[in-house]
Every structure is written in structure tokens, then in C-alpha cells.
């Protein structure tokens, strides 16, 4: 089981950037599609970007597009999430997460990700 740790959340102004890091315990990290997800106040958790096992492969939410940008190191098990020209909209938990895949395609569902982080708080002022 992949033990997930974020780190990298705080407080910015709008227009602002963050990078969010989660680092995975798990030996196979290379094995696992890696996605973030965020849940904002009074709001659903929802899909923000995606990854493949081998980094060559990306997905984002359209609101993201553009600004946000997921990355893996294998090197470090480590997950990140260039977060870009921050707006409040953007102000929410994010949580990392790990799949299990033997195939090369990005997932967005969260039922396709068995594995999960804490979350680390995202809050953009105005």
C-alpha cells in the first residue's frame, strides 16, 4: 500500500503561485498513475490534474488548464503541482492520489485511485 504525504499548501494572493509535493512511501511508485483533487468549501471533491506511471502522459480539469501543471519525480517518489495565476476559486484542500495501473492512460475518476493523502490546504485571497 502506497502511504501519501502532501506538503506544500498555504496561504498566497491571488495571481500567486504554489508547487504542492506529495511523496509516496510505496517502493513501486513507478507503478501508480498519481492525480491531485481538491475540495473546496461547501463543494464535492473533484478531479483537478492526472499523470501516467511514466510522466509522459497528463490530464487536467479545464479550469486548470493552463495554469497548473503535474509533474512526478521517480527518483524521489515524489508527486508534484505547479499551481499557477491563483485565483480564490482555486482556494480549496488538495488531495493526492495513487492508482494501480499496468497501462499507459491518464484516469480522472476517483474511483480509480484506491489511494490517498491527507490533503494539504490551498487558501488564495483576493
Known amino acids: 500500500q502506497a502511504l501519501l504525504v502532501e506538503s506544500g499548501g498555504g496561504l498566497v494572493q491571488a495571481g500567486g503561485s504554489l508547487r504542492l509535493s506529495c511523496t509516496a512511501s510505496?517502493?513501486?511508485?513507478?507503478?501508480?498513475?498519481m492525480g491531485w483533487f481538491r475540495r473546496a468549501p461547501g463543494k464535492e471533491r473533484e478531479f483537478v490534474a492526472s499523470?501516467?506511471?511514466?510522466?509522459?502522459?497528463?490530464e487536467y480539469q479545464e479550469s486548470v488548464e493552463g495554469r497548473f501543471t503535474i509533474s512526478r519525480d521517480a527518483a524521489k517518489n515524489t508527486l508534484y503541482l505547479q499551481m499557477n495565476k491563483l485565483t480564490p476559486e482555486d482556494t480549496a484542500v488538495y488531495y493526492c492520489?495513487?492508482?494501480?495501473?499496468?497501462?499507459?492512460?491518464?484516469?480522472?475518476?476517483?474511483?480509480?485511485?484506491?489511494?490517498w493523502g491527507q490533503g494539504t490546504q490551498v487558501t488564495v485571497s483576493s
Open positions: 492520489a495513487a492508482s494501480a495501473q499496468s497501462d499507459l492512460f491518464t484516469r480522472s475518476r476517483e474511483e480509480d485511485f484506491g489511494f
Open positions: 510505496d517502493r513501486t511508485f513507478s507503478r501508480y498513475g
Open positions: 499523470i501516467n506511471r511514466i510522466g509522459d502522459s497528463w
